[in-house]
Nanobody
Framework: QVQLVQSGGGLAQPGGSLRLSCTAS????????IGWFRQAPGKEREGIACIGISDTIPTYAASAKGRFTLSRDNAKNTVDLQMNNLQPEDTAVYYCATDSYGGSCSLTLINEYDYWGQGTQVTVSS
């Protein structure tokens, strides 16, 4: 049984940092494309960062580039999202997800991701 369990998140002030972690069981994350997504109230879910099986450099959305860093630890079977210089517009529920069918990752083809974490609230407010 595949399960993705998220941890981290919470409340940060503008300019602050938070780290999200996604730990997998029942699947080796280095065998799948992995993505981080977020959904703000009243908005569609959007891709923030992802990494394919053979990628050494993650792909980032424009809103995340330069501020967010995706890292994969194959030994721990985790994927983290380090978020720096957070802004109020980053407030959303964040999800990790795996694409068990494709080797490459996509920030837009959200339906290709078949296993999802439970979601973690990130709130950026002063």
């Amino acid at each position: 049984q595949v399960q993705l369990v998220q941890s981290g998140g919470g409340l940060a002030q503008p300019g602050g940092s938070l780290r999200l972690s996604c730990t997998a069981s029942g699947v080796r994350l280095n065998y799948y494309a992995i993505g981080w997504f977020r959904q703000a109230p009243g908005k569609e879910r959007e891709g923030i960062a992802c990494i394919g099986i053979s990628d050494t450099i993650p792909t980032y959305a424009a809103s995340a580039k330069g501020r967010f860093t995706l890292s994969r630890d194959n030994a721990k079977n985790t994927v983290d999202l380090q978020m720096n210089n957070l802004q109020p517009e980053d407030t959303a529920v964040y999800y990790c997800a795996t694409d068990s069918y494709g080797g490459s990752c996509s920030l837009t083809l959200i339906n290709e991701y078949d296993y999802w974490g439970q979601g973690t609230q990130v709130t950026v407010s002063s």
